[in-house]
């Protein structure tokens, strides 16, 4: 027995020795790991002194809202000819890389007689435009690696801007954005699109009416096979781009319209993430065939799992390299129902959660199964939002991804020319955008979790709730 006695007693004390052992130090560029915490954690700088917060900042109505365009490739060009039909709208001037792109967009202001835009053309040519007295707003359609110093320059020069997603491809980045908002008082949006789809929009208007009762869960996705699109972008910035970066790299489509529906810095917060991908080899296949290259950062799939501080969780998912049908996952799963978008678009409900109303003569609503296509079309119209009961027809006529863009667009100047806050203020611009880095370390790190920076500095219960303002 003394001699389990003292087998027993070594046992312990190399259990204890092991307990006190120092965990590997983890550190990388702008991140440590936490003992205490049990995360990764990145640099959340002090507010500099004559900063203030943008959550709710609405800027001096703007009449007349003077716009300037740098980038006119895909994204751009479709921009410009919307914005030629939204009032209250002067287009200054056009900059690209290439001349005949802003030759291009000169069509479209001559077809409804606007006066030819300034045109610029070159790599440090946006700076010109920046410098210009008679732009209000500067609207970024460029590669991702640009987007942060055009904007960064253009609010150095009063001006406010509207930057194509992702509006940063680094946590210190995003604080780049947040800080020169704050410190010059110009706006920073994103322009996440999908926020204002016509399924998303509807569902959000719904979730604010409680008709999924508490939301627990959300899933969102960027899956889409580029394997057509990858020569389109110029110089090859993207693939390049998904070449030399690991993780969800473009996480914004199908988080955006999430965050909106948790209410994200507006009295909820994501806390943390962790992520994990699979071994590149059709994204690697590519680079090799196009580029020559012998490595590829970006796993074909990558998943991320984040949880918020109101104990809800989230699943993002990014694959842009194998042959899977377009899926621009929105889902959320409530106590009472369930929305979801891609690949089936269609709502769950409990029996008795929904308006009597609504449900034709003995219909019947069943738990397993989607409600009917007339109680789905019931639902879409008894729950319009707003925004598309004003102007869905124009939106859907103007087009962009099926009018989304428009609204988008619409909004924007709306809230410009009217002095009210932003949809999307520059705390969203970040939060959505930082996954891409966040979830890269956690996938580096065998998926350890990531703290998110919380980008408003301890303001993130300040707001209740998504507000679309009007005047």
Not at 315 to 324: E, S
Not at 431 to 450: D, F, Q, R, Y
Request: glycine content about 8%; charged content about 20%; proline content about 4%.
């Amino acid at each position: 027995m003394r001699y389990l006695h003292y087998i027993l007693l070594s046992v312990i004390a190399l259990i204890l020795m092991g307990c006190n052992t120092a965990m590997p130090t983890i550190e990388g560029d702008g991140y440590k790991f936490s003992p205490e915490s049990g995360m990764i954690h990145f640099d959340e700088p002090q507010r500099a002194h004559g900063q203030q917060s943008m959550l709710g900042y609405a800027a001096e109505p703007i009449p007349i809202v003077r716009v300037g365009f740098v980038g006119l490739g895909m994204r751009g060009r479709d921009a410009v000819s919307r914005f030629t039909h939204i009032e209250g709208v002067e287009i200054k001037a056009l900059c690209d890389l290439v001349e005949q792109n802003v030759v291009g967009c000169q069509d479209f202001l001559e077809r409804v007689g606007w006066p030819e835009a300034e045109g610029y053309v070159g790599e440090e040519a946006f700076k010109r435009l920046c410098e210009r007295e008679d732009i209000d707003l500067v609207y970024i359609s460029t590669d991702w690696v640009s987007h942060v110093p055009i904007a960064l320059y253009a609010m150095e020069h009063g001006k406010h801007v509207a930057v194509e997603v992702p509006a940063a491809t680094s946590v210190a980045e995003c604080w780049q954005l947040v800080d020169t908002s704050e410190r010059t008082r110009r706006h920073c949006m994103m322009l996440e699109n999908c926020v204002y789809d016509f399924f998303e929009l509807t569902t959000l208007n719904m979730a604010q009416q409680g008709l999924f009762g508490e939301i627990l869960h959300a899933e969102g996705a960027y899956i889409h096979n580029l394997a057509e699109y990858w020569g389109a972008y110029h110089d090859n910035w993207r693939l390049e781009f998904n070449r030399t970066h690991r993780g969800d790299v473009y996480a914004t489509h199908g988080f955006g319209p999430i965050c909106m529906a948790l209410d994200i810095h507006r009295g909820n917060r994501l806390e943390y993430l962790v992520s994990m991908d699979t071994k590149s080899v059709n994204g690697l296949a590519i680079a090799r065939a196009t580029m020559g290259a012998e490595e590829f950062a970006n796993g074909d799939h990558t998943t991320t799992i984040i949880k918020t501080s109101r104990g809800q969780s989230i699943m993002l998912q990014h694959n842009v390299f194998t042959p899977r049908p377009y899926n621009r996952l929105y889902q959320l799963t409530g106590t009472h129902g369930f929305a979801n978008k891609y690949p089936i678009e269609g709502f769950t409900f409990l029996p008795g959660k929904l308006p009597e109303t609504l449900l034709p003569a003995g219909a019947v609503i069943n738990p397993h199964n989607f409600v009917a296509e007339d109680v789905e079309a019931a639902i879409m119209e008894a729950y319009k939002h707003p925004i598309h009961r004003e102007i869905e027809e124009v939106a859907r006529r103007v087009g962009g991804h099926g009018g989304m863009d428009y609204v988008m667009d619409y909004r924007l100047i709306y809230c410009l020319r009217n002095g009210l806050p932003l949809d999307q203020d520059v705390y969203d611009a970040a939060e959505w955008s930082a996954i891409g880095e966040l979830s890269a370390t956690s996938a580096k790190h065998n998926s350890m979790p990531v703290a998110i920076p919380d980008f408003t500095r301890g303001e993130w219960n300040r707001l209740t709730g998504v507000t679309f303002y009007t005047k």
